[in-house]
């Protein structure tokens, strides 16, 4: 894990995700790329209805959003430096779903992309369309941290969300560096078929053994609860650091429309999640 990107918007949550950012990069020699990304005014949302007056505000609000953006990133950019780690800031001026693409290009060029979990509302800008830009379609992983959680040490217990899919597989992959550094890995799987708890999980447990990671495996039956609250209660259970699972594994719409397990984690997780699509 060489290459890491941070999603930064100027906001008092800028400082939790650098805090994981830097946790992961130092003793690896990883480089830190801060992603900031300023709104834009869209001028296809403005009320004006005449023409001229809507482009003269729209000029001076486009104008406004640069220049505190220039002040923004100046301290953004001092705060990376801070850390003595290799570091550098990327600016993004642009619409709010430009920005989402945006996002989603630079993740695909890095290992790992740090986001803060969707789905808890809050002030400031609605970041929830970046976040599943970034998770469903940069191929690479992606480190959910809760509103406020501060990193403190590196992940010594990590438990995967385990499902014979492509899903649950990438976001193994994705994680394989920090799982190989840990005291303990826990691979769980919830209501599994009976085929899922034979060679398909302890070919995993295998695989995982391989990199240097200490694997358990168990199943765990749903007993009328969630996917996500058994596994909220397993993690509660271990003291688990981070989570490992697979994002999406419907369709964001549908997921969207009747709920899902990645959403529903995402809504209430109280630990680190990475995730991979």
Known sequence: MKDIV?????????????????QLATGR????????????????????????????????LEQAAK????????RLLERLTRSGLPVELARCDQRLGELSLAATSAARCADLF???????????TNWDGLAEAVLSDSGRGTLFVP??????????????????THDAARAVAEALP???????????MVDADPGETGAPAADMARH????????DVRAVASDGRSV??????????????????????????????????????????AIPVLMAH
């Open 208 to 215: 995982l053994a391989r990199h240097g990671a200490k694997v």
């Open 228 to 269: 996500a609250q058994a596994l909220t209660d397993e993690a509660g259970r271990g003291a688990i650091d981070l989570l490992v699972m697979g994002g999406y594994g419907h369709s964001r719409l549908r997921e969207w429309v009747l709920g899902g397990t990645t959403r529903d984690i995402l809504t209430t997780t």
């Open 67 to 74: 220049a505190q953006g220039d002040a923004t990133a100046a």
């Open 178 to 188: 920090l799982m190989a550094a840990a005291a303990r890995v826990d691979l769980v």
């Open 29 to 60: 020699g990883a480089h830190i790329t801060g992603l900031y990304t300023n709104v834009m005014p869209d001028i296809a949302m403005m009320a004006t209805p005449e023409a001229a007056a809507a482009a003269t505000v729209f000029t001076e």
């Open 114 to 124: 740090i986001a803060t979990c969707p789905y808890r509302g809050g002030d400031g």
């Open 6 to 22: 941070v999603h930064l918007d100027g906001g008092a949550e800028d400082e939790t995700r650098l805090s994981y950012a830097e």
């Open 147 to 164: 509103p406020g959680l501060a990193a403190g040490q590196p992940a010594q217990r990590i438990m995967i969300a385990w499902r014979d």
